[in-house]
Nanobody, 121 residues
Framework: QVQLVESGGGLVQPGGSLTLSCAAS????????MGWYRQAPGKPRELVAT???????VYADSVKGRFTISRDNAKNTVLLQMNSLKPDDTAVYYC???????????????WGQGTQVTVSS
């Protein structure tokens, strides 16, 4: 079946940069919109950014101008370039993708396991 694997999380100082990567693998016919969500302790999961197959993007106001989402359709990957990181960006970041596994199947939401991003001195 389909799986999403994130990488690139870690510890970074305020003002620093970090790039997250997510690759979809398994039985895949088509990958539609991909994106990133994040969840801080005690808070609900929130949208960070999404990108369509045609590279149309949507960003949360809190990250607009600092984060950049991109994708490689041939590799079924999505990236999140994070610049000017703040302590408030600390959270578990989850990759998501809408994927059609087979030509006769339906599009379904898939989620990665999450990767920790910690912004601290």
């Amino acid at each position: 079946q389909v799986q999403l694997v994130e990488s690139g999380g870690g510890l970074v100082q305020p003002g620093g940069s970090l790039t997250l990567s997510c690759a979809a693998s398994g039985t895949i016919f088509s990958v539609n919109t991909m994106g990133w969500y994040r969840q801080a302790p005690g808070k609900p999961r929130e949208l960070v950014a999404t990108i369509t197959r045609a590279s149309r993007t949507v960003y949360a106001d809190s990250v607009k101008g600092r984060f950049t989402i991109s994708r490689d359709n041939a590799k079924n990957t999505v990236l999140l370039q994070m610049n000017s990181l703040k302590p408030d960006d600390t959270a578990v970041y989850y990759c998501t993708a809408i994927i059609r596994a087979t030509v006769t199947g339906s599009f379904r939401d898939h989620w990665g396991q999450g990767t920790q991003v910690t912004v601290s001195s």
